[in-house]
C-alpha cells in the first residue's frame, strides 16, 4: 500500500480522466496509492474542496494558507483552530515561507507562519511546512514558536542534509517528490539515501512535479509509486518495504487508520 502525503486534488484539470475525480482515485488505486491527503492552500477554495472530496474516504484534508498566496486574506488562529477541528482535517498548513519570488513579502510570510505554527499547537494537529530559499527563517521560526511540540513535515524537501538534520532533530518529517527523480537533484537524493526511514513520506505535490518517466506533464497521486520506486533504489531497498514504513509514518504523524483504507 502507498500512500500520497501531498496532493492538490482541487487544482487537477479533471477533463484528463474519465469520471473526473473518481477517475483519478481509481488510477492511484489501480497503482497501490490507497490514501491520500489533499493539502489546503488558501481559506476561500477551503470548503469546496472538502465539499469535492466528501463521499471519498481515502481522501484526508488540511487547513491552511500556502506563504505564496499573498492575495488573499491573513488567516487568523481562529479561523484555522476551527478549520483544524473538522474530523477530515488531519494537519494545519500547507505554511511557511518561500523566498524565491516572494522576498519582498518575508515580514508577511512570516507572521502567517507564526500564526500557522499557534493554530497547530492549540489544535493539536502536525504541521505541512513549505520552504523554498528560506532555510534560516524557517528553522528559526519553528523553534521560536516550539513547533517541536506538535512536530509535522517539511514537504516536497529539496534542501541538504545539514537543513535535514535540523530538521529531524526538531522532531518533523521529510517528503520527497518526484523532483527527487530529476537527474541533477544529487543533494536531495543524498538526504533520501541517509535519512531514517521512521522520518520518511513520499508525496506528489499533483499536478505539479511529475517524476521521471512522467517529467513534464500533469502529475497525478498514481505517479507517487515512481517517487516510491525511485526512493528504494537509492536506499538499497524493495517497493514494498518503502510502501510500508511510509505508510506507516503516515499513520503516525496525521493519525489516519491505514486498516481502514
Known sequence: M???????LDRLDFTRFANGLAGVLDAAQANGVARLL??????????????????YPQVALSAGVHPSEDGGRAPTVAELVALGREPR????G?????????????QRQQDWFRTHVAAAREVGKPLIVHTRDARTDTLRILREEGAREIGGVLHCFTEDWDMAEQALELGFHLSFSGIVTFKNTKQIQEVARRMPAERMLVETD?????????????NQPAWVRHVAEFVARLRGESLEQVSAVTSANY?????????EA
Do not use: N
Open 38 to 55: 489533499s493539502v489546503a492552500t488558501d481559506l476561500e477554495s477551503w470548503p469546496a474542496l472538502a465539499q469535492m472530496t466528501e463521499p
Open 251 to 259: 499513520h503516525s504523524l496525521f493519525g489516519v487508520a491505514l486498516e
Open 89 to 92: 482535517v488531519v494537519a494545519i
Open 2 to 8: 502507498l500512500v500520497d502525503s501531498h496532493c492538490h
Open 206 to 218: 499533483s499536478p505539479y512535479l511529475a517524476p521521471v518517466p512522467h517529467r513534464g506533464k500533469p
Open 94 to 106: 500547507e505554511t511557511g515561507l518561500d523566498y524565491y519570488y516572494g522576498r519582498d513579502s518575508a
